[in-house]
């Protein structure tokens, strides 16, 4: 029996919006020191002391947007400490990650420039923990005013004359738990007074985005929309997949048992739960869908690898990250009204990265694939589908075994993106092309699968795990046979 499903091409359901390809860069571990910022003396080469061959990978995703400087960081980072020149910048400890020594090297200007060769945006999270609102007035002063003003004679003194593009900017982090303990009452107030003095200078307009609720503390949701949601552009949500108990053992990244490997997937399966819950009480307070729900933090988050420091959240990256990724790309894609943004946790070297390094080595992890082959659904027009999906079930608990979206580009292409979550059974499908108008004159695929559950790339063997060529279907009058293998990611283009 084959999974039966039906794309309605005639069908669009609004635009996926491509921000929703987002990613998250902290003042953690190795992910901005060694992963992005190796120093304008570095013999690894660089641009303004940014690694050139992370760029340049990072180039080809196509990324959205960047937040930064945390995550947890961002509460205790006074911005004022990463100006000017570099010998005179103070250091801190980074009480959060590892009780290191920030030597604050890597600040505004860097993050800015960073952006400017990623060609992404910034999306800058303030300090409410630990901060004053006047140091988060004057941050926003110092980046975006325009002409004669305390903060934008100091960007210039500091060698940039023009202030710099900013829309997005977040006023907090997790204000639940490392970002200051509150309670969402107190929070929001302080969202409330905090906002007021994050100024629009001239054409610059900020999307504002309040601290959101972690997994399903529906109740912040609630008191934030009830309390500031029309002083808000965007409300974050924070979920993790992580396969055990987040104090007691959170599992390896490598070799998952087979009910590891299972529960990873319910556990990511999980968020579409919580978007959907979320967003009914958005729902209530914001009918018509004004303020996004920002998913700025997701992804897998497992125990460290063994001889690491457990502050620096370093973990391998294998297939089951892969289906991770699909999966909430296709969940995102599911509530395009709501979600207008998500960035995943994190970039480089830290939880479900793109890239790792080792000095001037780099790899690219399968959590990349699946960012790269998925780029083409940015902005694209989704379409209906409907799915008759077989089940996968273990220890009297099951799940779909396939999951798929799909969306129009602007050429009028159509691309499928399908998730294969089973363990070990291939998947037959046929796939109904419904509405389709034009001839089709052209089918290609690739896809990204592997043999075993713990399948990942390493500095020896870096493309153990990559796309390939996917030729395993046939298609007769609008209708598409494919045998996707276990563990797959797969997107099928028709033109
Ligand atoms: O991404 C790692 C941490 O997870 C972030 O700093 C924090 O916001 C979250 O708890």
């Given at each position: 029996m084959?999974?039966?499903?039906?794309?309605?091409?005639?069908?669009?359901?609004?635009?996926?919006?491509k921000?929703?390809?987002?990613?998250?860069?902290?003042?953690?571990?190795?992910?901005?020191?060694?992963?992005?910022?190796?120093?304008?003396?570095?013999?690894?080469?660089?641009?303004?002391?940014i690694?050139?061959?992370?760029?340049?990978?990072?180039?080809?995703?196509?990324?959205?947007?960047?937040?930064?400087?945390?995550?947890?960081?961002?509460?205790?980072?006074?911005?004022?400490?990463?100006?000017?020149?570099?010998?005179?910048?103070?250091?801190?400890?980074?009480?959060?990650?590892?009780?290191?020594?920030?030597?604050?090297?890597?600040?505004?200007?860097?993050?800015?420039?960073?952006?400017?060769?990623?060609?992404?945006?910034?999306?800058?999270?303030?300090?409410?923990?630990?901060?004053?609102?006047?140091?988060?007035?004057?941050?926003?002063?110092?980046?975006?005013?325009?002409?004669?003003?305390?903060?934008?004679?100091?960007?210039?003194?500091?060698?940039?004359?023009?202030?710099?593009?900013?829309?997005?900017?977040?006023?907090?982090?997790?204000?639940?738990?490392?970002?200051?303990?509150?309670?969402?009452?107190?929070?929001?107030?302080?969202?409330?007074?905090?906002?007021?003095?994050?100024?629009n200078?001239?054409?610059?307009?900020?999307?504002?985005?309040?601290?959101?609720?972690?997994?399903?503390?529906?109740?912040?949701?609630?008191?934030?929309?009830?309390?500031?949601?029309?002083?808000?552009?965007?409300?974050?949500?924070?979920y993790?997949t992580?396969?055990?108990?987040?104090?007691?053992?959170?599992?390896?990244?490598?070799?998952?048992?087979?009910?590891?490997?299972f529960?990873?997937?319910?556990?990511?399966?999980?968020?579409?739960?919580?978007?959907?819950?979320?967003?009914?009480?958005?729902?209530?307070y914001?009918?018509?869908?004004?303020?996004?729900?920002?998913?700025?933090?997701?992804?897998?988050?497992?125990?460290?690898?063994?001889?690491?420091?457990?502050?620096f959240?370093?973990?391998?990256?294998?297939?089951?990250?892969?289906?991770?990724?699909?999966?909430?790309?296709?969940?995102?894609h599911?509530?395009?009204?709501?979600?207008?943004?998500?960035?995943?946790?994190?970039?480089?070297?830290?939880?479900?990265?793109?890239?790792?390094?080792?000095g001037?080595?780099?790899?690219?992890?399968?959590?990349?694939?699946v960012?790269?082959?998925?780029?083409?659904?940015?902005?694209?027009?989704?379409?209906?589908?409907?799915?008759?999906?077989?089940?996968y079930?273990?220890?009297?608990?099951?799940?779909?075994?396939?999951?798929?979206?799909a969306?129009?580009?602007?050429?009028?292409?159509?691309?499928?993106?399908?998730?294969?979550?089973?363990?070990?059974?291939?998947?037959?499908?046929?796939?109904?092309?419904?509405?389709?108008?034009?001839?089709?004159?052209?089918?290609?695929?690739?896809?990204?699968?592997?043999?075993?559950?713990?399948?990942?790339?390493?500095?020896?063997?870096?493309?153990?795990?990559k796309?390939?060529?996917?030729?395993?279907?046939?298609?007769?009058?609008?209708?598409?046979?494919?045998k996707?293998?276990?563990?797959?990611?797969?997107?099928?283009?028709?033109?």
């Amino acid at each position: 029996m084959s999974n039966r499903i039906v794309i309605n091409v005639d069908i669009e359901k609004g635009t996926i919006n491509k921000n929703i390809y987002g990613h998250f860069a902290e003042h953690l571990g190795r992910c901005i020191y060694e992963g992005f910022w190796v120093g304008e003396d570095s013999t690894i080469d660089h641009t303004n002391g940014i690694r050139n061959d992370v760029v340049e990978a990072l180039k080809n995703l196509n990324i959205p947007v960047l937040r930064w400087p945390g995550g947890c960081f961002a509460d205790e980072y006074h911005w004022k400490d990463g100006i000017g020149p570099k010998e005179e910048r103070k250091r801190m400890v980074n009480t959060h990650w590892g009780g290191v020594v920030e030597n604050n090297h890597f600040g505004t200007h860097e993050f800015m420039r960073l952006c400017e060769l990623l060609e992404a945006e910034p999306y800058i999270c303030g300090n409410v923990g630990s901060g004053t609102v006047q140091e988060m007035s004057e941050w926003v002063e110092y980046m975006t005013f325009d002409g004669e003003s305390p903060m934008a004679n100091w960007r210039q003194e500091n060698g940039r004359n023009k202030p710099w593009q900013l829309t997005y900017f977040g006023v907090g982090n997790e204000n639940w738990g490392c970002g200051g303990n509150m309670r969402p009452q107190y929070y929001a107030d302080l969202y409330r007074q905090y906002q007021t003095y994050v100024r629009n200078y001239g054409d610059n307009k900020l999307y504002k985005i309040a601290g959101g609720a972690n997994v399903d503390d529906y109740n912040w949701t609630e008191v934030l929309m009830r309390e500031a949601g029309h002083l808000m552009d965007g409300l974050s949500l924070h979920y993790y997949t992580i396969p055990g108990d987040f104090w007691k053992g959170k599992g390896a990244a490598l070799d998952p048992s087979v009910d590891e490997w299972f529960i990873t997937m319910q556990k990511a399966l999980h968020i579409d739960e919580l978007i959907t819950k979320h967003s009914i009480i958005m729902d209530k307070y914001d009918p018509d869908k004004r303020v996004g729900m920002i998913i700025d933090e997701w992804g897998t988050w497992f125990d460290v690898e063994p001889g690491t420091n457990p502050g620096f959240l370093y973990q391998q990256n294998t297939i089951r990250d892969a289906l991770v990724a699909g999966l909430h790309f296709h969940i995102f894609h599911k509530h395009n009204e709501r979600v207008q943004m998500a960035n995943i946790a994190q970039t480089v070297n830290v939880l479900q990265a793109m890239i790792l390094t080792e000095g001037e080595k780099m790899l690219l992890t399968p959590t990349y694939h699946v960012f790269e082959m998925f780029k083409v659904h940015q902005d694209a027009k989704k379409l209906d589908v409907e799915e008759f999906s077989h089940i996968y079930a273990r220890n009297r608990e099951q799940l779909p075994n396939v999951s798929v979206s799909a969306s129009k580009d602007k050429a009028g292409k159509v691309n499928v993106s399908l998730c294969n979550l089973h363990h070990q059974d291939e998947s037959r499908l046929t796939i109904e092309l419904r509405g389709l108008i034009e001839q089709v004159k052209d089918i290609s695929g690739r896809i990204l699968t592997a043999n075993e559950t713990n399948a990942h790339n390493t500095f020896e063997d870096p493309d153990n795990v990559k796309p390939v060529a996917f030729r395993d279907y046939s298609f007769n009058a609008g209708q598409m046979e494919v045998k996707l293998p276990p563990m797959s990611v797969a997107v099928l283009t028709i033109g």
